[in-house]
């Protein structure tokens, strides 16, 4: 399953920045295969906020009158942007945040960053993976990256200078 390679397992990304409909007539086509070597057939659906509302009113369906054996997760950081009548239809399970190491873990392993660009993005991740790949992925990450450095430095010579300057003072 970590490799997502299980026969009935249906791992459903986004094509470029949206899920599209064709996508959701694809696994349709898939869906009615039924189960290959288990009792059931797991869809995860990932990054769901990224639907257009095409394809997220072609899954509705499926969530109304899923087939036996057939179970929906609809992954996403971001609930509030699914469409009403798929969060409808659904049931909330919340997670909490990850550990600093294992979320740094996971970033070695699923992106290549060196060991500052972890550090920094588990800094602002909050425990959450999505955030820590939106956050590398940003276009402007290394100028994000300089300004934390910066300000770090400054925070630094703060507290080092700060007592120093107060000895003059005196």
């Known amino acids: 399953l970590r490799r997502t390679i299980h026969p009935d397992l249906i791992w459903v990304v986004a094509e470029g920045k949206?899920?599209?409909i064709k996508q959701?007539?694809?696994l349709?086509?898939?869906l009615q295969q039924g189960a290959h070597e288990g009792r059931a057939l797991v869809?995860?659906?990932d990054e769901a906020e990224r639907f257009t509302i095409g394809a997220a009113?072609?899954?509705l369906k499926n969530l109304e009158e899923p087939r036996a054996g057939v179970h929906f997760v609809l992954a996403?950081?971001?609930p509030h942007r699914l469409p009403i009548t798929v969060r409808s239809r659904c049931q909330r399970l919340r997670f909490g945040p990850l550990g600093?190491?294992?979320l740094a873990g996971l970033l070695r392993e699923e992106l290549e960053l060196d060991d500052a660009e972890v550090a920094d993005a588990v800094r602002v991740a909050e425990g959450s993976v999505a955030r820590a790949r939106m956050l590398v992925e940003h276009e402007q990450f290394s100028d994000w990256q300089?300004?934390?450095?910066r300000l770090a430095d400054a925070e630094a010579l703060r507290k080092n200078a700060a007592p120093a300057v107060v000895q003059q003072l005196l």
């Open 28 to 30: 349709e086509e898939r």
């Open 18 to 20: 949206t899920l599209k």
């Open 146 to 149: 300089k300004w934390c450095s």
């Open 43 to 45: 869809v995860l659906i």
């Open 24 to 26: 959701i007539r694809d």
């Open 76 to 78: 996403t950081a971001a």
């Open 57 to 59: 009113n072609a899954l």
């Open 100 to 102: 600093e190491t294992e």
